[in-house]
């Protein structure tokens, strides 16, 4: 198995639910996020965050794994989305595609360089 072929796809897959999250994100600043919308978004980031395991990418699982839960917990209506909340996951969603960047570019990735977003 050719794993530099397998890294391109997941890199352009990456790449392409990054572009998804930020569309319905920013939709999200004008109205409402329809129900199937929101299981698009946490289904864009589980993707990835079980992606970037299978290639031992940590730093993109833990942080992935954090806006996957918050996704999650909006799912379930424990939490509304707020524009604050839009605008965090805005900047997460920036944070995860320099993360993929990083590794497209076979930089070391910055394990707690997004500790500031989780937090």
């Keep these: 198995m050719d794993l530099s072929q ?10 392409e639910l ?8 920013l939709r999200a600043e004008t109205a409402a996020l329809p129900t199937d919308e929101l299981h698009a978004l946490f289904r864009c980031a589980h993707t990835i965050k079980g992606s970037a395991g299978l290639f031992g990418l940590d730093a993109v ?6 806006v996957e839960s918050v996704l999650d917990r909006m799912r379930n209506g424990e939490l509304e989305l ?13 944070h995860i595609a320099g993360l993929v960047a990083a590794v497209a570019a076979e930089r070391p990735l910055p394990e707690f360089e ?6």
């Excluded at 397998?6 to 790449?15: G, K, M, Q, V």
């Excluded at 699982?61 to 954090?66: D, E, L, R």
């Design 18 to 25: 990054l572009a998804q999250m930020e569309e319905i994100l």
């Design 114 to 119: 997004g500790a500031p977003l989780r937090a």
């Design 6 to 15: 397998a890294l391109a796809t997941f890199l352009d897959e990456s790449r």
């Design 82 to 94: 707020s524009d604050a909340l839009i605008n965090l996951l805005l900047e997460s969603q920036d």
């Design 61 to 66: 699982v833990h942080f992935t794994h954090a």
